[in-house]
C-alpha cells in the first residue's frame, strides 16, 4: 500500500502562482511514475503532469506545458506541481496518483485539493 497525502490548494487570481505537494508513505520503494490529476465541475478527471520515480523524466499535458513544473523530492518521498502562470481554466480539485511496480496503471490516489483561480 501508498499512502499519498496532498497539500498546498488555495484560492489565487489569474496569472498568480500555486505549489502543490504531495507526500508519500508505506510502500514507496515500489513506486514507478507519480503524477497530478484535476477534476472540473462537471468534468472528467484529466491527467496533467507525471513523472518516472527512477529517471525523474517529466512529461506535461499539451494545456499545461510551459506553465506548471513537476519536480521530485527522493529524501523526502515528495512530488510537487508547481503552477504559474494560473488560468481560470485551471480550477478544479487536484489528485496525486502512483502507478506502482504492482500495477498497471495509477493504482493509489490522494484525497484531493482544491485549486480556484479567479478572473
Known amino acids: 500500500q501508498v499512502q499519498l497525502v496532498e497539500s498546498g490548494g488555495g484560492l489565487v487570481q489569474a496569472g498568480g502562482s500555486l505549489r502543490l505537494s504531495c507526500a508519500a508513505s508505506?510502500?514507496?520503494?515500489?513506486?514507478?511514475?507519480m503524477g497530478w490529476f484535476r477534476q472540473a465541475p462537471g468534468k472528467e478527471r484529466e491527467f496533467v503532469a507525471g513523472?518516472?520515480?527512477?529517471?525523474?523524466?517529466?512529461y506535461y499535458a499539451d494545456s499545461v506545458k510551459g506553465r506548471f513544473t513537476i519536480s521530485r523530492d527522493n529524501a523526502k518521498n515528495t512530488v510537487y506541481l508547481q503552477m504559474n502562470s494560473l488560468k481560470p481554466e485551471d480550477t478544479a480539485v487536484y489528485y496525486c496518483?502512483?502507478?506502482?511496480?504492482?500495477?498497471?496503471?495509477?493504482?493509489?490516489w490522494g484525497q484531493g485539493t482544491q485549486v480556484t483561480v479567479s478572473s
Open positions: 513523472i518516472v520515480w527512477s529517471t525523474v523524466s517529466p
Open positions: 496518483a502512483v502507478k506502482d511496480r504492482f500495477g498497471g496503471t495509477y493504482n493509489y
Open positions: 508505506g510502500r514507496t520503494f515500489s513506486i514507478v511514475t
